[in-house]
């Protein structure tokens, strides 16, 4: 089986130079340094969860176009298991479930987390719904204030403009399906949804 891995040093070369960046002006508007935007475009990195969601604010795209590849978008995406496109990072890896799909009304991930990885400290707050179904291990959703455990066949569904967090609590990793419905097609969840870990 071919697991696809994103080459995300060039997708986000790419995705500077079509705007017409500096490398220094991207690191302005993300917050991250020349340094790690070098070394990431330079395949010398892989960016983690909170970088890609810096540089998807800072360029003003869903974090999906991290996950792009240069085949023609369908009203339908099927993806054999050892297919999925993913993005791999220090604490974990985002698989995207919907690659190469039209439909914007839904966005399908694996997320795979190590032992207290997670969204960063910060909350999140998008349109629409969202929904996580727990596959192994044990992730704490924190929604509103309270914190939802959720371990293997668990799963929550909630209005995503209540502020929300989460992280991996076991000691294994822990991998959950999450999809995000924004309940407008011109907002882009995902882009505040992985924000650190």
């Known amino acids: 089986m071919h697991r696809p891995e994103i080459d995300v040093g060039g997708c986000l070369r790419r995705l500077r130079e079509e705007r017409n960046l500096t490398i220094r002006t991207l690191a302005e508007q993300s917050g991250l340094s020349i340094n790690t935007?070098?070394?990431?475009?330079?395949?010398?990195?892989?960016?983690?969860?909170?970088?890609?969601?810096?540089?998807?604010?800072?360029?003003?795209?869903?974090?999906?176009?991290?996950?792009?590849?240069?085949?023609?978008?369908?009203?339908?995406?099927?993806?054999?298991v050892g297919n999925r496109p993913r993005v791999t990072f220090d604490h974990g890896i985002i698989e995207d479930l919907g690659a190469g799909s039209t439909i914007q009304a839904v966005e399908p991930f694996v997320?795979?987390?190590?032992?207290?990885?997670?969204?960063?400290?910060?909350?999140?707050?998008?349109?629409?719904?969202?929904?996580?179904?727990?596959?192994?291990?044990?992730?704490?959703?924190?929604?509103?204030?309270?914190?939802?455990?959720?371990?293997?066949?668990?799963?929550?569904?909630?209005?995503?403009?209540?502020?929300?967090?989460w992280q991996n609590l076991g000691a294994a990793p822990s991998r959950s399906i999450l999809v995000l419905y924004p309940s407008d097609e011109r907002d882009f969840p995902s882009e505040r949804h992985f924000i650190g870990e």
């Open 111 to 165: 997320v795979t987390l190590e032992p207290n990885a997670g969204s960063g400290p910060r909350d999140i707050v998008h349109t629409g719904y969202e929904f996580v179904y727990c596959l192994e291990g044990r992730v704490g959703y924190t929604v509103e204030g309270r914190t939802y455990l959720l371990e293997p066949g668990d799963s929550l569904l909630f209005e995503a403009h209540l502020p929300h967090r």
């Open 37 to 80: 935007l070098s070394l990431i475009e330079n395949r010398k990195s892989s960016p983690s969860v909170s970088t890609l969601q810096q540089l998807a604010v800072a360029l003003d795209i869903p974090i999906t176009a991290f996950f792009e590849t240069i085949e023609p978008k369908s009203n339908i995406a099927y993806i054999r």
